[in-house]
């Protein structure tokens, strides 16, 4: 199962970088890259990052479920 392993303010900060990046490719400034920008719009909204995962990371202040 996704538990959520993004915290807040990470949160914001993905979800803003990623509009930032789909306007930029809206105003054909970068190309159809940004429309790469899905990609932490979607991790932000769902609070779950895959890599995080892989990597062993989190930013989310909530205990793991597997400590408790």
Request: hydrophobic letters at 50%; a positive charge.
């Amino acid at each position: 199962t996704m538990k959520a392993n993004v915290g807040t303010t990470d949160r914001a900060l993905r979800i803003f970088a990623g509009s930032l990046l789909i306007l930029l490719a809206l105003l054909d400034v970068i190309g159809p890259w940004g429309w790469l920008g899905l990609i932490p719009i979607a991790t932000g909204t769902l609070r779950f990052c895959p890599l995080y995962t892989i990597l062993g990371l989190r930013t989310c202040p909530a205990p793991a479920a597997e400590d408790a």
